[in-house]
Nanobody, 124 residues
Framework: QVQLVESGGGLVQAGGSLRLSCAAS????????MGWFRQAPGKEREFVAA????????YYADSVKGRFTISRDNAKNTVYLQVSSLKPEDTAVYYC?????????????????WGQGTPVTVSS
């Protein structure tokens, strides 16, 4: 069982930035591909970004390319999402997820564990 705890969300003006963090409670963090997802009010949860076990492979949703950056620190069991040039439509609860992986792939689906989410609100 892997517990994931997100932090770093908040209220920010359009054009601003935040750094979201997700701490994982596992000694084998480097065996997990990690992802970030978001769910806006009244909408389905959607994929945002993913990073492979080593960090060598990264995958972004088209809507966030060039504005968001995913990274990880395996020594700290933490994955990050730097969100920049924020728009009101980025307002959502942001979730991190973990997927046990035997390959070094970044994936947008089939995650095994989920955090509780951290809210991001972007004002216009």
């Amino acid at each position: 069982q892997v517990q994931l705890v997100e932090s770093g969300g908040g209220l920010v003006q359009a054009g601003g930035s935040l750094r979201l963090s997700c701490a994982a409670s596992t000694r084998t963090f480097s065996r997990y591909a990690m992802g970030w997802f978001r769910q806006a009010p009244g909408k389905e949860r959607e994929f945002v970004a993913a990073i492979s076990r080593t960090g060598d492979n990264i995958y972004y949703a088209d809507s966030v390319k060039g504005r968001f950056t995913i990274s990880r620190d395996n020594a700290k069991n933490t994955v990050y999402l730097q969100v920049s040039s924020l728009k009101p439509e980025d307002t959502a609860v942001y979730y991190c997820a973990a997927k046990f992986s035997v390959t070094d792939r970044a994936t947008a689906s089939d995650y095994d564990y989920w955090g509780q989410g951290t809210p991001v609100t972007v004002s216009s």
